[in-house]
């Protein structure tokens, strides 16, 4: 089968095209055949060997998003049948309940192979089953962007009508947050780097917009926003130079979900305000399975769209990460397989 492999050494470089053998489902498993998949700015960096603690082996099928239809089953499976359409989880081994290491070690994309093969031979219990009103596409922008997203604001954030939400930017885990801090019946305030975007997110529902190229320090009108009480809940994406700004505007007693790090990861920034406001700051780390199936239902109830920016063909996966970097995107951008 035909795969793109990070071969034989780190770099964008050794991203290649390669034959594999096609994989068989045994007992528990089942195949998939590839439909599309979705690229998120982690796979910018784990090509180069650079996320987080992660230590996978060579060669490493890159991207953890995808969706395919499921074309054999092994012995013994029960969750899902021939022909069902379905996503792999992010974390292939965190199912439900409390984060720990080895729920949270088994990435697709690295260190396990990822999306980008025509076929997946994975566990029953690694893959959720997909509404059918979204395209392929759409389908395969979920397992890390959305669940991501829908981790921050609905399962640890609970947000609730009326709250007043801000959003970093327009990428793919910006405007999957926007979508679900609507559904929630927030006010939703988005930072975001051009007034063409702003625009868009406006048509999109943000009730605010703020652009913070023009007003690099935005703490102070975004919290003129709320009428100076500040934000219930911050979708913290950019890092070391947003965090300083974000712990201005936040309320007493406010969420920051911490889950990018977009302009840095160092941290010199009064550390005081967590204390005196009583600030909680809450890591994210995509989500586990149960919470990709209870976003999948809001996702059904709402008839969400999924905001899709470029679809590439398979073998110009590396013209799309191109693509990716230069960070002219609105919406998602997909691999048509
Ligand atoms: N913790 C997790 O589980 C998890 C999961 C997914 C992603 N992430 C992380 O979250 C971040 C976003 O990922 P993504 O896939 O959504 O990225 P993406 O789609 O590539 O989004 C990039 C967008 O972020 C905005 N941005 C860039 N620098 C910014 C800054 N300094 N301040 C505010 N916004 C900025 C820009 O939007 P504008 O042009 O509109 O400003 C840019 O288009 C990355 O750091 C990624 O590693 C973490």
New binding site residues.
């Given amino acids: 089968m035909r795969v793109f492999q990070i071969q034989d050494d780190w770099g964008m470089a050794n991203l290649k095209l390669a034959d594999r053998p096609q994989p068989q489902p045994g007992a528990g498993q089942v195949l998939l055949r590839m439909l599309a998949s979705s690229l998120?700015?982690?796979d910018l960096?784990v090509p180069e060997r650079g996320y987080g603690s992660f230590t996978g082996k060579l060669p490493l099928i890159p991207l953890s998003d995808g969706v395919g239809e499921v074309v054999a089953v092994g012995p013994g499976v029960t969750r899902v049948a021939v022909g069902d359409r379905v996503c792999p989880t992010f974390f292939q081994g965190w199912i439900a309940g409390e984060p720990d290491l080895s729920r949270m070690t088994g990435s697709l994309g690295g260190p396990i192979d990822g999306t980008m093969a025509e076929f997946m031979c994975l566990s029953e219990q690694g893959v959720v089953k997909v509404p059918a009103y979204l395209s392929d596409v759409e389908a395969a922008t979920l397992p890390?962007?959305a669940l991501?997203a829908w981790s921050a604001l609905a399962t640890h954030g609970a947000v609730k009508p009326g709250e007043q939400v801000l959003i970093?930017?327009?990428?793919?885990?910006?405007l999957f947050a926007l979508a679900f801090a609507r559904i929630a019946g927030a006010r939703v305030t988005v930072?975001?780097?051009?007034d063409e975007?702003i625009e868009r997110l406006r048509a999109l529902g943000a009730d605010a917009t703020i652009n913070?190229r023009t007003t690099p320090e935005w703490s102070k009108p975004a919290r003129a926003l709320t009428d100076g009480r500040g934000f219930d809940h911050i979708v913290e994406?950019?890092?070391e130079?947003?965090l300083p700004q974000s712990l201005r505007c936040i309320r007493p007693g406010g969420t920051l979900s911490m889950?990018?790090?977009?302009?840095g990861s160092s941290l010199a920034t009064p550390l005081g305000l967590i204390i005196t406001r009583q600030v909680r700051l809450q890591g994210?780390?995509?989500g586990h399975r149960d919470g990709f199936e209870a976003m999948l239902r809001a996702l059904e109830q709402h008839r969400m769209p999924v905001i899709v920016d470029r679809v590439f063909e398979f073998p110009a996966l590396k013209e799309a990460l191109a693509y990716?970097k230069s960070?002219s995107?609105f919406g998602k951008i997909c691999i048509r397989h």
Wanted: hydrophobic content about 35%.
């Fill in positions: 998120n700015f982690r960096v890390c962007a991501t970093q930017g327009s990428g793919g885990v910006a930072i975001s780097s051009s975007k913070y994406l950019g890092g130079k947003t889950i990018g790090v977009l302009s994210i780390t995509v990716l960070g995107q």
